[in-house]
């Protein structure tokens, strides 16, 4: 048998150990690859040449705080400016709590204008802005939730109440829109502003955003100062900053992401070391009258502790890769949910490869001293050790 045969023994000795191990290494794996990934599409921007004509002016204090409607005209004749919408967080609940998605109330071609990359037909978007009550979905979601032009679709409003006082709000689906062929799903409802605005309890003629096309984005930091000025001593002042830069800010909302994730995953490690070292601890305590037979038939001392490293690395890689494929196996559905929030999940090259070295250098780690142990381990002392 050679020294590969003799670690891939090893490792069967104790099925049940090895197997129980190696979930534990596969669930703290899948952990760190979403992990990673999210941490990624927090901190990338996501838009892309898109965008890099775009700039989001948000209140400056606080996201919760609404900007006057009114801003609008103000911001349209800042030198550069060459058109502007507005867009508002309705919040809202479909059906059950884990059907999120975001939803926002905007004026039909001001936004579909401002966002040239969603495709929408002309027939649609003229029921759009010709509906009351009319909404617009983007195609993944319909068909994640089955639904199609013609349908009612029921929101219970969290944040926004109607005059009426009920939360119920209901929209009339008139058309689906997509992106570009490449891109991710928006993963947006969208609905008439003037609806919500003159139906909705309190707020009224308020946004949450305004979105600002410049004509020279090489201008955006100039005109986005230019905008900032016009309300520094308002009681509504913005902050003005690009598509990428917004949804960066919008992120730290939640904190510092790449904090918290490598705090869990610090962690998760730390438990799996413990744990992993252990099992390799018990296994060489089990084998040291064989390693003395070993050492005996002319393995050398260095063969020896290299085939106790070995065994962890090989161990604790397997785990890896096992968790990073189960990962990649279920990215597509894990998508479907976390992409509406936080914007596309992409398990990438150097997250696997990041996660594979992980996992080779948690191997050395537990390895290491069980490898050192077996080194210096004399045959007479293993011996010893069997007949007692």
């Known amino acids: 048998m050679n020294a590969l045969g ?3 023994s090893n490792l069967g000795r104790k099925q049940v150990r090895t ?6 290494l596969l669930v703290a794996f899948v952990l760190f690859t979403y992990l990673r990934a999210v941490a990624v599409a927090f901190s990338s921007g996501g838009f892309g040449e898109a965008g890099i004509d775009r700039l989001v002016v948000s209140p400056k204090y606080s996201i919760i705080d609404p900007l006057p409607i009114n801003h609008q005209q103000r911001i349209a004749t800042v030198p550069g400016v060459g058109a502007v919408t507005h867009a508002d967080w309705f919040g809202g609940m479909y059906q059950e709590p884990r059907n999120f998605f975001p939803k926002f109330p905007v004026d039909p071609d001001g936004y579909f204008g401002l966002y040239s990359e969603l495709v929408i037909s002309p027939e649609q978007l003229a029921a759009f802005r010709n509906t009351r009550t009319g909404a617009v979905a983007s195609a993944g979601l319909a068909e994640r939730y089955g639904w199609s032009i013609g349908d009612r679709i029921p929101i219970e409003g969290d944040i926004y109440p109607k005059r009426d006082g009920s939360r119920l709000w209901e929209f009339d689906l008139v058309g689906i829109y997509r ?5 991710p799903d928006p993963g947006v409802f969208l609905f008439q502003y003037d609806y919500f605005d003159e139906a909705r309890q309190f707020g009224h003629g308020s946004v949450g955003w305004f979105i600002v096309r410049v004509k020279d984005p090489e201008r955006a930091p100039e ?3 230019e905008i900032d000025g016009l309300f520094e001593n308002s009681i509504n002042a913005t902050r003005t900053a690009t598509e990428d830069d917004s949804q960066r ?5 939640f904190g ?3 904090l918290i994730t490598t705090g869990i995953l610090g962690a998760v490690f730390f438990t799996i070391l413990l744990l992993t070292a252990n099992t390799m601890a018990q296994a060489l305590r089990e084998r ?3 390693l003395a037979v070993l050492k005996t038939f002319g393995f050398t001392d260095g063969t020896v502790g290299s085939l106790v490293l070995v065994e962890a690395i090989l161990l604790c890689v397997a785990g890896g890769a096992l968790g990073i494929g189960l990962a990649l196996g279920t990215q597509g559905a894990m998508s479907v949910y976390l992409e509406p929030v936080i914007g596309p999940i ?5 997250i696997v490869a990041q996660g594979l070295a992980l996992a080779a250098g948690l191997g050395v780690i537990v390895g290491s001293v069980p490898a050192l142990t077996a080194r210096r381990l004399t045959i007479v002392d293993a011996l010893r050790e069997r007949q007692a």
């Open 179 to 183: 992106g570009q062929p490449d891109d």
């Open 256 to 258: 510092n992401i790449g």
């Open 249 to 253: 800010e919008f992120a730290k909302q």
């Open 288 to 290: 040291i009258p064989e």
């Open 223 to 225: 005109i986005a100062s």
């Open 19 to 24: 197997v129980l191990t190696l979930l534990s």
């Open 6 to 8: 003799l670690v891939w």
């Open 346 to 350: 992409n398990i990438t090259l150097p």
